[in-house]
């Protein structure tokens, strides 16, 4: 993902140092996160690089970074024991990091951290793409020039399949070039996660709310057939105060029945 301003930098930097809320991350494994390269905000991180190269002038809408997903199928990460996924993940790790350090330069790296409070460990790579110029107008001079890496669809399938080839002796095969699926981006995933648990509360609370009616409707019935059983004490102490009170009125009724008919 292309980066053009400062402003998108810190939306994902707050984003990958869990500094806002993130729905489809299990907060009880925020603590298995790792971050190896880089500080706690992506913006002061670019920035650094930047100053650090004497990069000064950037074009309008220019790339000042690019932000890099590495990941691989959960099925893969997860097979095997504690200790195989955990030397497996490590080698995934140390080979991805030798990946990108070795296409971008190790200075252009600013940032790395994986992930591993969401359901697929990933890791999560900001790298400023500058170029140091040997030949022509700008030689000896530091530019930023995101088009020597991703300059169109076929250099980015090609990125794509030197990563796979870094990787190929752990066991992982590229994707499918050419696929039709696409990564789901952070802002349509907190969306369908926030929706996905909405359903789930509205679910419940119907469920509930059933089960309620249900003993409700069962405990009336048993009321209505045998209320001595089904009433608690004090229920049935009510029950049997509003009896007598019935009772009482009843009598009361009668008996002015029956003075009024003594009556001349």
């Keep these: 993902q292309k980066h053009h301003n400062l402003g998108t930098v810190a939306g994902m930097s ?57 990941s691989a199928s959960p099925e893969w990460f997860f097979n095997g024991s504690i200790d195989e996924q955990n030397q497996r993940a490590n080698a995934w790790l140390k080979s991805s990091r030798t990946w990108l350090e070795g296409t971008y330069g190790k200075e252009n790296l600013v940032s790395l ?37 991703c300059d169109g669809r076929k250099a980015l399938a090609d990125m794509q399949t030197s990563y796979a080839r870094a990787v190929e002796h752990l ?24 929706k996905r648990l909405a359903e789930e509360k509205a679910k419940a609370k119907i469920e509930v709310e059933t089960e309620v009616r249900e003993k409700m409707s069962k405990e009336i019935i048993q009321l209505r057939l045998n209320p001595d059983k089904v009433l608690n004490t004090k229920q049935l102490e009510e029950y049997q105060f509003l009896e007598r009170q019935k009772q009482e009125l009843i009598n009361q009724i009668s008996n002015l029945k029956a003075a009024a008919a003594a009556l001349p």
């Design 14 to 70: 707050s984003h990958v140092h869990r500094q806002r809320p993130t729905p489809n991350a299990d907060p009880l494994r925020l603590h298995q996160n790792r971050h190896f390269v880089g500080s706690t905000s992506w913006v002061s991180d670019v920035k650094n690089r930047l100053d650090a190269a004497g990069v000064a002038e950037i074009r309008k809408n220019g790339v000042i970074a690019i932000e890099h997903m590495l």
């Design 113 to 149: 951290s994986v992930h591993l409070d969401e359901s697929t460990p990933h890791i999560h790579a900001m790298v400023v793409p500058i170029e140091h110029k040997i030949a022509g107008r700008f030689a000896g001079q530091n530019r930023l020039n995101a088009k020597k890496w």
């Design 171 to 194: 066991g992982l095969e590229r994707g499918i070039a050419g696929s039709p699926a696409r990564h789901e981006t952070m802002k349509n995933l907190g969306a369908k996660a926030e």
